[in-house]
């Protein structure tokens, strides 16, 4: 059927670059070294211990009415700028972990700052829209002019929504419904009495025992769809009950790659084979595999194109739809949607649906953003400073090898990581020193410089990075 | 154990109204006769037929990337005031509806037009934080001076989320941690080995087969754990994998309730018979009570004080703990969150744990909410304009039996419903008389007003009912 070869087309969640407009070379390099924010200090400042005194205090008053044994550290907003984020006692820390690699284009843009002060954003946070019933005569508008614009070709459909969780769990919903349209025999074809009042018991055949296979390490999020899928951590899952869904095993690569190939080309082909055995064989039938391009939350695990065009291969073969989950490698553009196409709507209103359906300010910013990565052409600075960096820490890595395994993210911009055994300490030190940083897995660094990252930040990085291995 | 008593306690999700500040009578009066916008128009206009050409060509274009088959009517923000929402071709219509109950003090609202404009939602739009880990310096005294002000007694911690599908689905995470923690002991007993690697694998007892309880014709979201309490409509489960969880039945009560007084007190008693009965023999444990004050999208479905005391006497009575989702009768707030108390915080951090925790520019517009709900008295002012409605309404209902069945909300404020057997084709026809209503359920006609709804509003409204009856 021609309807399944063109629904099975990536069904994307979460935002991607944009691809870059053309620039000349010599244009492109001259941006990379006009710093984006003039007025961002020239260096961190550190001078209280962290967290120091101000900081300690109001940590303890949040703590009384919201929980904070996760915080990592309180921030002064109205002070960060560009890569630099301020704390209450004065200390500005160079930002490479991004609020969680959430945010893309600096603190205090102003851009966005003009973004947030127009017209449209205010009567957008004062007139809350439930999008499905009542969106605003602008709204197709703001949909082309923004989110759209980040689609990639032949998925012309958005269903906005909240965050990366609920926008992957409306795919999962989109899947489940296609793949059950299938089986019916298209999209005409009505629910039975049965579907209908079993649905009313969470029993199948209405609520059918469809699953949607995703990877060990996996993170897709914590609702209790998502967190079905999700499988970074214990702590992330425990006592929580989980739907009886299957997991593959995602490709452990061995560094340098150059020095394995062989050996990787196999470790992906195995994985391969058990995502295929798995779907032709779990109990409960896949009607989706989900992946991410990059597990970011599970280690920084990365696989080869051929992997991921495989993927698409079996899926394709056994008609099951491929779901990519960009929520990190995305940088997730402060708005959570996926992207499908017109086959992936399901065949009745009302079937994926809620209330409010997304958040019309959210896409405002998101618009903001994707005007700012495209005057600045931050896709390309990032590939320049990624570069940059990558050599730089390739440096480092040799310098002391027993801080450094298997550094990767070459060619991939500024999203760049590497084990280190006491990694931990190197994150709690790092900050002592001016940066902050963050961790994915049990042992990995993971950098997530924003989009405005340049070579002069990558420099005090670099160096910074050395300072704190020598503390350790 | 001590613990278990105070936990168990309310842990509410979303938002319910403050208490009404004191204020003469005389003042409550005069403030509910002055009309809160006085730009507002004076009646509806409905100068083309609903949807116009305008809406009918811009809803065409929004097709194009954007699911409209639920779509009511597009909206123009621009021009919508107060009560009244207008449309593309100049139609303004009395909105009784308010975004499927989930704004409460008007359109462009001046108060809240200053909150959008101040430097604290510039900053918290363009510097998105993830909460959890780098909250802003002022979160603490946002949420104090904001969200917290609506508190129930008892409750003085808040967990803070996007909408109310995911408050509610943190809510239940949050009841299945406490309800294991008591099965082990207590916060200081760690998990176990096999606990730890079964939770990776989606089985037990890692993830173990808990369930939350809810009612027949309950609607608490559509994410997959949300979805697994609602029970509405098969449209809204169909083809979705649920949770094996039970659902109790909901009391339908008859009306006028002052004539069936033995027969409900009857029926509630069944009710909360079996809600204990599956409590105790569910092969699923149940970890948590779910109910809405009234049951909204279900169709307007109420129960009495005694009822719900009862509910809160048979949880206690079985360590179980009792949720309250209060996101349509507190009208959203346009934020979801859910308190609860210290001893509802899971034992270790990183459990109860994503990576936006919600949006702080909604937690200022909730913020701006609040105080215009204490300024102007609105809790107060619903409850003057619903009882005036009530009465209306009972006219009536007196003079066309056939168009009101079961009338109910007395003493609710204006969150009155009623069945009529041409509900569909009701709705439809108010639009051409000027007023935007909604249904719930198979039958019923439901008024949710914003909380800025007077007198004059209620006046329109009821002529308009007369004359929407006259046309079907």
């Not at 008053?61 to 630099?84: P, T």
């Not at 009950?241 to 992906?268: C, G, I, R, S």
Request: hydrophobic fraction near 40%; include cysteine; glycine fraction near 6%.
């Amino acid at each position: 059927m021609a309807s399944v070869l063109r629904c099975g087309s990536k069904l994307r969640t979460a935002a991607h670059m944009p691809a870059a407009r053309a620039l000349s070379t010599t244009a492109r390099r001259a941006a990379n070294e006009k710093p984006f924010f003039p007025n961002e200090p020239a260096a961190p400042t550190v001078s209280t211990p962290i967290p120091g005194p101000k900081n300690k205090a109001a940590a303890a008053e949040l703590d009384e009415v919201f929980d904070v044994r996760s915080l990592n550290m309180l921030a002064d907003y109205h002070k960060s700028i560009g890569n630099y984020i301020a704390d209450l006692d004065g200390n500005q820390l160079l930002d490479v972990y991004a609020q969680i690699a959430s945010i893309p284009v600096g603190y205090n843009n102003p851009h966005l700052r003009q973004v947030s002060q127009s017209e449209e954003m205010i009567t957008s946070l004062i007139n809350r829209p439930a999008l499905g019933n009542f969106p605003s005569s602008d709204w197709s508008h703001i949909l082309r002019t923004g989110i759209l614009r980040a689609a990639p070709k032949g998925l012309n459909q958005v269903f906005t929504a909240m965050a990366g969780s609920d926008a992957n769990e409306t795919a999962y919903k989109a899947a489940f419904m296609y793949y059950r349209q299938l089986q019916r025999g298209g999209p005409e074809v009505d629910f039975t009495a049965e579907e209908i009042e079993s649905s009313m018991n969470n029993q199948g055949p209405g609520s059918p025992q469809l699953s949607i296979l995703s990877f060990k390490s996996a993170f897709h999020g914590r609702l209790f769809g998502s967190l079905s899928t999700t499988r970074s951590k214990p702590i992330h899952k425990m006592d929580i009950p989980a739907f009886d869904w299957p997991q593959a095993t995602f490709p452990m690569l061995k560094y340098p790659l150059e020095e394995h190939v062989q050996e990787n080309a196999a470790e992906e082909k195995r994985c391969l084979e058990e995502v295929e055995r798995l779907i032709k064989e779990y109990h409960n039938p896949v009607a989706a595999v989900m992946v991410e391009p990059i597990q970011s939350e599970g280690g920084d695990n990365h696989a080869s194109p051929a992997f991921f065009q495989g993927l698409r291969d079996i899926t394709k073969r056994n008609k099951v739809l491929f779901i990519v989950d960009e929520v990190q490698t995305g940088k997730a553009q402060t708005a959570g949607y996926y992207f499908g196409n017109p086959a992936l709507r399901p065949n009745k209103p009302y079937r994926q649906f809620n209330t409010w359906m997304g958040d019309p300010s959210r896409a405002l910013i998101f618009r903001g953003i994707i005007e700012e990565i495209e005057r600045h052409d931050l896709v390309e600075n990032t590939r320049i400073t990624g570069d940059y960096l990558y050599a730089g820490l390739e440096r480092l890595a040799k310098q002391y090898p027993e801080h450094f395994q298997n550094l990767r993210g070459k060619n991939q911009g500024t999203f760049i990581a590497w084990d280190t055994p006491k990694r931990d300490q190197f994150l709690a030190k790092a900050k002592t020193v001016g940066v902050n940083i963050g961790g994915s897995g049990a042992q990995a660094v993971r950098l997530r410089p924003m989009l405005i990252f340049q070579k002069h930040h990558a420099d005090i990085l670099l160096e910074s990075i050395e300072k704190t291995i020598n503390l350790l």
